[in-house]
């Protein structure tokens, strides 16, 4: 089947140099657009996808792709932070100093009188990785009392929340309710995170990025073309793990 899709979207007049695939994915009900941070294009569509109507859908959102597919190959590199005392670190916007401290049993990160304190790791990794489960183990706190009242106020009821690495996607929704973010969406500002949640939320009413998707978003954001642009700003700068050795 995705052979098929592939052959119906190469038929289409893509821009020049564009580096693309196709991903026939079993929970997917629609097409999904996804442009990772190198600006590579992934279709993600139902197993049983038609390509016909595949093609006739990714050819109404060429123009606004091709944008996004050019934003993200100026954007700059992703981030790399060095593990030692005194690094930034943020969430929710307000920022954390590390402080490395010896390994005892049971030791865990945590937020100690406004230090970020991470138990000295035997690598640069298994730092990164110890705080990436500290951004996800808050965040799954913090959302579970934020997203109710959001949730009810747009008429949704996600099954639950989750927070995890989701690669190049910031949020996910999935076809049984489940709303996931990524975890370095906890370092923004509490307003970026609710936009980014909201997203997702809107999915659960409308699948795709038409013109239905961005009046919920206006419903329930009313001011989402400013949150928009202050996201498009803060995203690049989101650090998603990468450390030096």
């Known amino acids: 089947m995705s052979t098929s899709v592939q052959q119906a979207i190469a038929m289409l007049p893509l821009p020049e140099g564009w580096i693309w695939h196709v991903e026939a994915r079993p929970r997917r009900r629609t097409l999904g657009i996804e442009v990772t941070p190198e600006g590579e294009v992934v279709f993600a569509v139902p197993v049983d ?28 590199p992703e981030p790399v932070k060095e593990l030692v005392g005194g690094s930034s670190f943020p969430y929710l916007g307000r920022r954390y100093r590390l402080k490395p401290v010896p390994v005892v049993c049971g030791a865990r990160v945590r937020l100690r009188a406004g230090w970020l304190e991470l138990p000295q790791p035997d690598t640069p ?37 989750g927070v995890d690495d989701l690669g190049a996607r910031w949020g996910a929704c999935h076809p049984d309710g489940l ?29 795709g990025h038409g013109e239905a998707f961005r009046r919920a978003m206006r419903l329930a954001l009313p001011d989402v073309e400013e949150r928009e642009r202050w996201f498009a700003e803060e995203e690049p700068l989101l650090w998603r793990g990468r450390v030096a050795r």
């Open 49 to 76: 996808a038609e390509p016909r109507s595949v093609a006739t859908a990714v050819r109404s959102r060429l123009p606004r792709l091709a944008e996004e597919v050019r934003q993200r190959r100026l954007r700059p």
């Open 125 to 161: 990794e298994a730092g990164a990785h110890a705080l990436a489960e500290w951004y996800s183990e808050r965040g799954r706190r913090w959302l579970a009392a934020r997203v109710s009242p959001i949730a009810l106020a747009m008429g949704v009821r996600p099954r639950t929340i």
């Open 179 to 207: 709303i996931e973010v990524h975890w370095a969406v906890m370092q923004l500002p509490v307003p970026l995170v609710e936009f980014v949640v909201v997203h997702e939320l809107c999915h659960l009413h409308v699948p």
